[in-house]
């Protein structure tokens, strides 16, 4: 079985501020995880995803994410948030046990302040 | 930029009708899905299609169903729609259905039921 948990179903940061999402997985197997943002009234949209290549991974619009094996995590990184940034975003998980099925955490809902 | 559409955007329908929901891509994926998304909650798979004439249900029940005579269409019908079956319907698509490919979205269909 294999689950996501997203941590904060709010987060609000000030413009120019880190962005910190945080994702934790649950695999049996070895995972393969992705990032999505969804915009008002809009589908989702792929930022990146973890395919094992590489630990550190860097997505669009200056959004990057690390895997870190011994925590279970894929948190979603910015060092400096855009107002165009705020969003809902999504942290899904597929392993081999599912490859029809992408699990999706409940979506943390960024603000960006002025 | 993913190509692919979902008709109608909006639907608010009263009790018994029947109703088909249209979805759409011109990319040549051979995959595609359907997601169910509550507001705030995570997006559950209600159906998938691995190409012409392959139709699968998803882990989340649903009382929908789909039909995939050619390649590009992919529609999700309800015979008597019902107030629960208020929600946001996400249509996807992908090219290979393996473990790392990227699935493409569709704007959505937020449907009322009244």
């Known amino acids: 079985a294999q689950s996501v948990t997203q941590l904060g179903s709010h987060v609000s940061v000030s413009e120019g501020a880190l962005v910190l999402l945080r994702c934790n997985y649950s695999?049996?197997?070895?995972?393969?995880l992705f990032w999505y943002v969804q915009y008002p009234n809009q589908g989702l949209q792929l930022l990146l995803k973890?395919?094992?290549?590489?630990?550190l991974v860097k997505g669009i619009n200056g959004f990057e994410a690390e895997f870190k094996k011994s925590e279970t995590s894929f948190h979603l990184t910015k060092p400096s948030a855009h107002m165009s940034d705020a969003a809902e975003y999504f942290c899904?998980?597929?392993?081999?046990?599912?490859?029809?099925?992408?699990?999706f955490g409940s979506g943390t809902q960024l603000t960006v302040l002025p | 930029e993913a190509d692919i559409y979902q008709t109608p955007r909006y639907l608010v329908i009263g009790t018994g009708k029947k109703i088909t929901l249209e979805c759409s891509q011109t990319?040549?994926?051979?995959?595609m899905y359907w997601y169910q998304q509550d507001p705030g909650m995570e997006l559950h798979l209600i159906h998938y299609?691995?190409?012409?004439?392959?139709?699968e249900k998803g882990d989340l029940s649903s009382e929908s169903t789909v039909s995939r005579i050619r390649t590009e269409h992919f529609p999700l019908t309800l015979e008597s729609a019902r107030p629960s079956h208020t929600s946001q319907y996400l249509c996807?698509?992908?090219?290979?259905?393996?473990?790392?490919?990227?699935?493409?979205f569709g704007p959505g269909t937020r449907l009322t039921v009244l």
């Open positions: 996807a698509s992908s090219t290979s259905g393996t473990l790392t490919d990227t699935q493409y």
């Open positions: 695999s049996s197997v070895p995972p393969y």
């Open positions: 973890y395919t094992s290549a590489a630990t």
């Open positions: 899904a998980v597929r392993s081999s046990g599912s490859a029809r099925q992408l699990t």
């Open positions: 990319m040549g994926h051979d995959k």
């Open positions: 299609s691995y190409g012409v004439n392959s139709t």
